[in-house]
């Protein structure tokens, strides 16, 4: 669903700028610099409104926060309630994570969270989901040896593709569930989490633990994702 556009984006954006990071370009190697003294540094893929991304924040005060997120109108909610809350460790990136590459130097992120990513259902696109190998060696040199993955998904056929792609990888998986919150709510909702718990539908996830990769290294089968 395509999100309304917000009235006065640009001055609302403005009003948020000590928590937007407008040149992530200029930014590897330098992030802890934003939290002097941080525990870690840790990026969310698609932080859409910011519900899971200020409370994780504000639970781990320790902790440095970046947040990525394409939909400005998204994103400045996001930022909005970052300042509502007055909190300093967590910062946010109108980027492509196509280029984490660019935004992080190698080994820079302790680890990372990818919270309800768009499926792109169909073969021929199987490339745009974030947990495409393609994506994930990326993120083996961007994250730390050893730093981690949390994935949470609504889609069966992505979690399924995801764990494949993990093991593909050589990427070891830890606690595989197909219905986190079984048992009742797990851990912080996102927005469209809660409405999806609310529904009674399943919520999928996984951690996974990187490393790093040989040069060269892929597993990429085209036949296998129907992309020929």
């Known amino acids: 669903m395509r999100m309304r556009k917000k009235p006065n984006l640009v001055p609302r954006m403005e009003a948020c700028s000590q928590w937007w990071v407008r040149q992530p370009e200029a930014m590897p190697g330098r992030w802890r610099t934003l939290a002097p003294g941080c525990a870690g540094l840790w990026l969310e893929v698609g932080c859409g409104k910011g519900r899971f991304t200020v409370q994780t924040a504000a639970a781990n005060p320790q902790t440095l ?3 990525l997120e394409r939909v400005p109108d ?7 309630k970052a300042r509502d809350m007055g909190l300093t460790n967590v910062f946010f990136v109108d980027a492509d994570a196509a280029r984490l590459e660019d935004y992080f130097a190698p080994g ?12 792109w259902p169909r073969k021929k696109n199987a490339k745009r989901r974030l947990t495409h190998r393609g994506f994930l060696e990326k993120y083996s040199r961007v994250v730390a040896p050893g730093g981690q993955i949390y ?3 609504d889609n069966e056929g992505l979690f399924d593709f995801s764990l494949e792609e993990f093991t593909a990888m050589g990427f070891p998986l830890e606690q595989v569930t197909r219905n986190l919150h079984a048992g009742g709510p797990v ?7 809660e409405k999806f718990y609310q529904a009674g539908q399943p919520i999928y996830r996984c951690q996974v633990t990187l490393h790093p990769l040989a040069p060269g290294t892929s597993g990429y089968d085209p036949a296998r994702t129907g992309e020929h």
């Open 187 to 193: 851990g912080v909702m996102t927005d469209y989490e």
């Open 151 to 153: 994935f949470k998904t």
């Open 108 to 119: 820079e992120l302790d680890g990372m969270y990818i919270n309800f990513c768009d499926p």
């Open 65 to 67: 926060f970046i947040a």
């Open 74 to 80: 998204a994103m400045v909610v996001a930022m909005e």
